[in-house]
């Protein structure tokens, strides 16, 4: 099944990858503990060696000089024992020297050859040369003694009896006949001495003895050479062993270096004994020695050190073996080619390849297809000697990859690359969903319509989301780290802002936020409601407000808008003239009355039954239908219209009434009322004024029609006129058909046809326009005129003075038609001025009564005035001054007020200009009644 | 006047919107023996007009569309020299007037009387004859002065300053042969039989005239 081949597939895995780790909590020095063991002994012995080398060679040599300096001592003792035997023989015959001498000299005693004198010269003589010798005595066999030699000497004066010692010695040599030695001692001057018997004998008679005394001192002094004194220190030895003299005490003394032989003559037991001085120090001979076991010493210290040092180095090897085998990031040395060399066990537990296989096999053949050209690219870098440092995927043995950040260091000497690579795979992942939540927060941000802005607690912006941005018109950029003010303050809101702003950082914002003016970057303010919430970090801390901004201009315009049309509904209907009420259809309740509604029925109407309030209204038998029968479905719908009239005022009403949904969906009766009684009053005098002023504008516009109808009625003048001059003309030369003839004359006839038509029209334009005389006031006259004039007087500069007398009766006239006369003389008289100064333009208007029942009027210009040519022919019919005059004007003038039984004429102004004048007559009640009768 | 044989046609051009005063006035002039051609309005006399018609042009003043007096400015605008009669109405005579400073040839006011309108036609036809023959006249003697030298020209130059041969032989620096040599051509190119003859003919012509001012 697959769903269990799915489960096993992940048991197995979880499998591996707890053997892949496994191994990486092995210390991989245990697995290598036996060689390692080996190793150390082979180490030890290797290091035992050189120490033992050093022992042995250092007792060789010292073997060496030790058979050397025997050697030495050997020959030395030979040459002592030779030279000491020459030195007892060179002594001996001293001895026997002096031996023969004495015994001659007792010989010569003995034949009584020899007296004192002589024996005083030969016996000093021989001390002389003898310097051994003391003292020569000669002694009687008294044992006293009778000579002494020298005879200055103080031990052997004559008379002297012989010690006891000297005694034994005196009598050997007498019993044996024969020279013999005393024992050796030590005179009372501390002289050690030796004495020498010779026995004198005359025949039979014993005579004494010749004694000799040699200092022993002096023997060893005086009887060897100098250069032997110099090798050799020479002791004689008494019986008993002590050291009777030495010759040299100085110098030290090689004691093993001697010889002792017995001295014989005397041989009493002396010995000679020479001790060679050392020739050379102690020191220098155990230099070598000295030299041997100091090197030797500093030799094997140093091999100590260099001992210990080759032991850090080793500790530190495996330290860093250690360090290379635990890392859990890949390391490797690579050739210059790019392929590995060798790898940690990282690469194995990584990537699944087995290390040993590693070496040989090329980086890039693990490299994922897509990173392939950049790291050959970073490889090519390294061969340059650049270090690099760069991302890839690799391959694992499972087939998946794996993301690795190699930072690679070349070493060019070696020409060799080490490479670290760091597992990346999970952070890859991490980034990858990063980006992807930052994509999609951002998309989010970017999305979201309401503007977001952090603040810091001192107020500085330090974040502003895209709708914020665009809110304002700001960059973002431009927005975080602004300080208050910030940019989108207008000017004048400021104070506000910054207040509003205080009071967030004082963590008092109202929780339905503030409303605030925007001022975007193009300059226009847009309304925004901020929302506050505090700004709160990872750790709990706040660390700045965050305001949720909405753009409420719209709402805001919206609601503004509706309030404003509200208002506007509100006083349109206040404002209306009309009463209009809202009604419940069913149970008839006011439900809104307008402000003309209340002031009619009273202001406490809202409430109560329409019906009872009301008036006038129609009958519920008027209503189209029964407006308490109504459905929703059925409105809207005209339930009256018509005009109805309040008994009590006697006002007239145009009542409407219409059922129509209430706002809450009910259905309800609107009533609208509208008092028409002037408007009824209004059309009625309007219709009447009408119909007169259409008669009066036919008079009026008259001339302006005559002009049109003259020319007009030229067309068909001259046409006619052609016609017949033609046909004349054709007759008299003969030369013509009848026919021709016949049409033009036709033709002429129709045109005069033509021409009574349109006098006929003229005649019946002026039918028309007969006029209607009531009584008028000519103040309300004049004020109308100059009202139409007003706008023509300020045109031409023209002041006009009004000069109306008071108290002017009302005249009997048409009131359009003499508004008309004065409006045209009025135009007349500024046209005139034209040409005059502007300070002197003025018009006076005049009105007074000239004679009982007879008003004047008059309109004084200060024009150019009219010649007297002109004067005559002023009030025929197309008579103009005037480029664009009719020359009908002052031709209906003069026929309106003939009409109305006055007189119209000019005089010329004494001031300059022209006067007309005119005059009405006053409005009579009997004349009307007359005249009505 | 002189009727000379190549002189085109007259023919009055009538521009009336009223079709009634338009017709009896063809019916007049032609009673009277004039070619006459009508057109009910400017626009349609503009539309038709070109610069060799000859003749003259009876034109109502007020009419729908562009008026007389318009037409009028476009015709002076094209240098028409067709001479214009304005038929005008009562009241048009102020208006009437300023077209007559402007040049126009003459105007009548309706009613008028066929004497007066027949009279003025007449004037206008000879007036525009006499324009026409001598803008020929000027161009026959233009093209003879273009056919003589440089020293032809300051010779003939002389001669109508009045000098004699010896004198222009003097002025010019030649001999009197020479001279005589180049009168006698100017005189056979200027197509002149008598000295009179030439001196009117170069003076009369407003080209030559041109010429000789400086």
């Not at chain 1, 980006?435 to 503007?451: I, K, L, Q």
Request: aromatic content about 8%; some cysteine; proline content about 5%.
């Amino acid at each position: 099944m697959p769903l269990d081949a799915g489960a096993s597939d992940n048991g197995n895995q979880a499998f591996s990858l707890i053997a892949v780790d496994h191994p990486a909590f092995v210390w991989p020095e245990a697995m290598a503990k036996p060689t390692a063991a080996r190793a150390q002994a082979r180490t030890e012995l290797y290091w035992t060696v050189p120490y033992v080398a050093v022992v042995v060679f250092a007792v060789a040599m010292l073997v060496l000089v030790w058979v050397l300096q025997r050697q030495e001592t050997e020959i030395q003792r030979n040459a002592i024992a030779r030279d000491v035997q020459w030195a007892e023989q060179t002594m001996r015959l001293h001895m026997q020297g002096t031996e023969e001498f004495l015994t001659q000299m007792a010989r010569d005693l003995a034949a009584g050859s020899l007296d004192l004198d002589n024996f005083q010269l030969r016996a000093n003589q021989h001390i002389a040369n003898n310097p051994q010798l003391i003292n020569l005595v000669w002694v009687e066999p008294g044992e006293v003694v009778r000579w002494s030699a020298p005879f200055d000497t103080t031990d052997w004066l004559a008379g002297d009896v012989l010690t006891s010692t000297q005694t034994v010695a005196f009598f050997r040599a007498r019993e044996i006949g024969r020279p013999a030695y005393g024992d050796p001692y030590v005179n009372p001057r501390g002289e050690p001495v030796l004495e020498l018997y010779i026995p004198v004998r005359h025949g039979r008679r014993f005579m004494g003895s010749m004694v000799a005394v040699y200092s022993i001192d002096q023997i060893v002094r005086h009887l060897v050479p100098s250069w032997f004194s110099e090798k050799y220190r020479l002791a004689l030895i008494g019986p008993r062993g002590d050291t009777l003299a030495v010759n040299s005490s100085v110098q030290a003394l090689d004691e093993s270096v001697a010889y002792a032989i017995a001295l014989d003559p005397p041989a009493n037991g002396l010995m000679l004994r020479a001790t060679a001085f050392r020739t050379v120090g102690a020191i220098p001979r155990a230099l070598p020695t000295i030299m041997i076991v100091g090197l030797s010493v500093l030799m094997l210290w140093s091999l100590w050190l260099l001992r210990s040092h080759m032991r850090r180095r080793v500790r530190v090897e495996k330290e860093r073996d250690r360090l290379f085998n635990l890392s859990l990031d890949i390391l490797s040395i690579l050739s210059a080619d790019g392929t590995f060399r060798r790898c940690n066990p990282a690469y194995e537990r990584l990537l699944g390849y087995p290390v040993d296989q590693m070496p040989g096999r090329p980086l890039l053949d693990f490299v994922h297809d897509d990173d392939i050209v950049a790291t050959i690219e970073q490889l090519r870098l390294l061969a340059n000697g650049q270090p690099v440092s760069f991302e890839n995927r690799v391959r694992c043995a499972d087939g998946r990859y794996k993301w690795l950040v190699w930072s690679i260091n070349p070493v060019l000497d070696e020409k060799l690359f080490y490479a670290v690579a760091h597992d990346i795979t999970g952070r890859k992942a991490t980034e990858e969903a990063l980006r992807a939540e930052s994509a999609f927060r951002r998309a989010m941000e970017e999305s979201v319509v309401t503007g977001l802005r952090a603040i810091d607690l001192s107020g500085r912006i330090i974040y502003a989301n895209p709708a914020f941005c665009r809110m304002v018109g700001r960059s973002a950029d431009e927005l975080v780290g602004a300080m208050p003010p910030f940019p989108y303050w207008p000017e004048e809101d400021i104070p506000r802002c910054q207040h509003n702003l205080d009071i967030t950082l004082a963590g008092q914002a109202p929780p339905s936020g503030f409303e605030m003016k925007v001022l975007r970057k193009s300059g226009e303010r847009l309304d925004a409601r901020f929302y506050l919430s505090p700004l709160i970090d990872g750790s709990g801390k706040q660390t700045g407000w965050m305001a949720s901004v909405t753009d409420i201009t719209e709402p805001k315009r919206v609601r503004a808008a509706l309030e404003a049309a509200h208002k506007r509904f509100e006083a349109v209907l206040d404002g209306l003239d009309s009463a209009v009420f809202v009604a419940d259809a069913r149970n008839d309740e006011i439900l809104y009355a307008n402000r003309a509604f209340m002031a009619l029925h009273g202001f406490d109407v809202i409430g109560r039954r329409a019906r009872a309030v009301t008036q006038p209204q129609p009958e519920l038998g008027d209503y189209r239908v029964d407006p308490r029968k109504l459905q929703p479905a059925d409105v809207p719908m005209e339930l009256f219209d018509d005009e109805l009239r309040n008994p009590l005022s006697g006002h007239w009403y145009h009542v409407r009434e219409q059922a129509t949904r209430w706002v809450d969906g009910r259905v309800v009766r609107m009533g609208i009322a509208t008092d028409i009684t002037d408007r009824r009053q209004m059309e009625e005098m309007s219709r009447q004024q009408e119909e007169r002023l259409q008669r009066t504008a036919r008079l009026v516009t008259m001339g302006e029609m005559a002009s049109t109808l003259a020319h007009e009625l030229n067309q068909p003048l001259a046409a006619i006129s052609n016609y017949a001059m033609g046909c004349v003309k054709r007759m008299e030369s003969g030369d013509y058909r009848q026919d021709d003839l016949l049409a033009a004359m036709q033709k002429a006839s129709f045109q005069a046809e033509r021409a009574g038509k349109i006098i006929r029209r003229i005649r019946d334009f002026v039918r028309k326009s007969e006029p209607r005389r009531t009584a008028v006031s000519l103040d309300e006259v004049v004020d109308d005129t100059l009202g139409f004039a007003d706008i023509d007087a300020r045109k031409a500069a023209v002041r006009v003075r009004r000069d109306i007398a008071p108290k002017l009766p009302p005249v009997y006239a048409d009131r359009i038609m003499i508004e008309q006369v004065l409006l045209n003389l009025v135009k007349n008289g500024m046209d005139a001025m034209a040409d005059t100064p502007e300070d002197s333009r003025v018009l006076t208007l005049s009105a007074r009564v000239v004679r009982e029942g007879l008003v004047e009027v008059s309109v004084a210009d200060r024009g150019h005035g009219i010649r007297d040519e002109d004067a005559e022919r002023l009030f025929t019919p197309f008579f103009t001054t005037k480029s664009e005059g009719m020359g009908m004007g002052l031709n209906i003038c003069r026929s309106i007020i003939e009409f109305h039984d006055g007189r119209l004429w000019t005089e010329a102004n004494p001031e300059g200009g022209t006067v007309f004048r005119f005059t009405l007559p006053v409005e009579i009640a009997g004349e009307r009644n007359a005249r009505s009768a | 006047m002189n009727g000379t044989p190549e002189a085109p046609e007259q023919i009055i051009y009538i521009v009336d919107d009223d079709e009634a005063l338009r017709d009896s006035l063809v019916w007049l002039l032609e009673s009277n023996r004039y070619r006459v051609a009508q057109f009910a309005s400017a626009e349609a006399f503009l539309e038709a007009y070109h610069a060799d018609m000859a003749g003259c042009i009876v034109l109502d003043v007020r009419m729908p569309g562009m008026s007389g007096l318009e037409l009028y400015e476009c015709l002076r605008e094209r240098h028409a020299t067709l001479p214009v009669v304005f038929i005008t109405g009562h009241g048009d005579v102020p208006m009437a007037v300023s077209v007559l400073k402007k040049g126009a040839v003459d105007f009548i006011e309706k009613p008028f009387s066929d004497r007066d309108m027949l009279k003025l036609i007449e004037q206008c036809l000879a007036a525009e004859r006499e324009s026409r023959s001598r803008v020929r006249q000027d161009a026959v003697v233009a093209r003879r002065l273009d056919l003589l030298t440089q020293r032809e020209m300051e010779v003939l130059e002389l001669i109508i300053a009045g000098r004699l041969n010896k004198q222009i032989a003097d002025d010019l620096g030649i001999s009197i042969k020479t001279v005589e040599v180049h009168r006698a051509r100017v005189m056979e190119k200027m197509e002149a039989n008598s000295l009179a003859e030439l001196v009117q003919s170069v003076m009369t012509c407003e080209a030559a005239r041109g010429r000789f001012v400086d």
